[in-house]
Structure formats: C-alpha cells, structure tokens
T-cell receptor, first 114, second 115 residues
Framework: EAQVTQNPRYLITVTGKKLTVTCSQN?????MSWYRQDPGLGLRQIYY???????DKGDVPEGYKVSRKEKRNFPLILESPSPNQTSLYFC?????????????FGPGTRLTVL | AQSVTQLDSQVPVFEEAPVELRCNYS??????LFWYVQYPNQGLQLLLK??????LVKGINGFEAEFNKSQTSFHLRKPSVHISDTAEYFC?????????????FGSGTKLNVKP
C-alpha cells in the first residue's frame, strides 16, 4: 500500500531534550515536506526537500533541522525543543516539487513539550 | 503566494443543503490551487486542484471549485452535503516560478453537517 508513515504518533517530552520524528514514504517520491498544524493557523511549512541531499527552509524553520540522506526518509529533528513547538506535525511527499503535484500526507505526530 | 485566507472558520449546514467554502489568496505570480480535506484524527487528502485551463474544477465526493483570477479566489462548493462530509477543509497554493517548491495553506474551515 502506497503510504507515508510517521513515528511516533504521539510524543510528550520536556524542554531541551533532543528528539527526532521519522518520516518514510514508499512511493519513490522526490519531494518531501514537513508541516506543523496549529489551531487557527492551518498548516505551515517547516522544511522541504526536492531530492536527496537537497533541502530548503519553509515559512517556519526556526528550531528545526532536517536531513535527506535517502530518498524514502525525511526525519525532522528538534535539537532543543521548547513549549512553543507543541503542535501537530505532518510529513508529506509528492512525485516532484511544484508543477501542481498532489501531496500525500502522513497520519500526523502530536508533540507536547513541557 | 504571500497569504491564503479562508474567511469562515466554521460552517454549519444541514444535510442535503448546498455549501460554499471560501478561499482567497494573494500572489503576484501565477499559482496552482488546491483543496484538501482532513477527517478527524487523520492526515490531509486531496479533494481537487486547479493547474490551468477550465476555471471550474471537479473533484472527489461531488465537490467542485471555481478559480476566479480577477478576484484571486478559489471557492469550494457542493450542491448537497452529507453527514460524512463533516471535516476540516484547507485551501492551499503553490506559486509558479522561483518559489514553486513552497506551499501555503489557509487556516482551515470546519464544515459541520447536521442531520
């Protein structure tokens, strides 16, 4: 089944404790992206990757890091999480960036930073 | 696109009634436009998209949207809603040209279909 998976689905952590949220897709997509969803703000793009080893900032990259060492994986790293990073995070992938391609979304990771 | 505005945060409607969810965007270049739906506790799914050509776009589940370039709008419509359409709907935009890899989403509209 074609899908985007994220792990963990739920995470409660404390301020300053480094964490990684994994994202993997099995559709051989070139483009992958991370979003955060907050009430009243919709989805905001954190980082995106056009292909392996190519990443760029979205609208809200502060406090996050990403890497794209393999085509299928695009982990999101919070090196020193803070309470304002409490949010619902979505990973998405599409065949290529732009060109109006559909993005396929993962199920989401709900992160709480105490 | 600098911004995507969904004017209605919540839209209550009775079953079998028509509905329109509004979306306006601001951009100085040509854009691709999307509507996504999010059912409770799930990720987003594509409903429909406008790339070019006919301004009336039909999507899944009986939804359609009309692109109006002069008004920079992309409103979503359904002539008769069902209980199962209860969900949150997001309008999204990506631009042609330099920023084509970036996506901008609206704040969402919660559609609540009542029996």
């Amino acid at each position: 089944e074609a899908q985007v998976t994220q792990n963990p689905r739920y995470l409660i952590t404390v301020t300053g404790k480094k964490l990684t949220v994994t994202c993997s897709q099995n559709m051989n997509h070139e483009y992958m992206s991370w979003y955060r969803q907050d009430p009243g703000l919709g989805l905001r793009q954190i980082y995106y990757s056009m292909n392996v080893e190519v990443t760029d900032k979205g609208d809200v990259p502060e406090g996050y890091k990403v890497s794209r060492k393999e085509k299928r994986n695009f982990p999101l790293i919070l090196e020193s999480p803070s309470p304002n990073q409490t949010s619902l995070y979505f990973c998405a992938s599409s065949l290529t960036g732009g060109l109006g391609n559909e993005q396929f979304f993962g199920p989401g990771t709900r992160l709480t930073v105490l | 696109a600098q911004s995507v505005t969904q004017l209605d945060s919540q839209v209550p409607v009775f079953e079998e009634a028509p509905v329109e969810l509004r979306c306006n965007y601001s951009s100085s270049v040509s854009v691709y436009l999307f509507w996504y739906v999010q059912y409770p506790n799930q990720g987003l799914q594509l409903l429909l998209k406008y790339l070019s050509g006919s301004t009336l776009v039909k999507g899944i589940n009986g939804f359609e949207a009309e692109f109006n370039k002069s008004q920079t709008s992309f409103h979503l419509r359904k002539p008769s809603v069902h209980i199962s359409d209860t969900a949150e709907y997001f309008c999204a935009v990506s631009e042609w040209g330099y920023n084509f890899n970036k996506f901008y989403f609206g704040s969402g509209t919660k559609l609540n279909v009542k029996p």
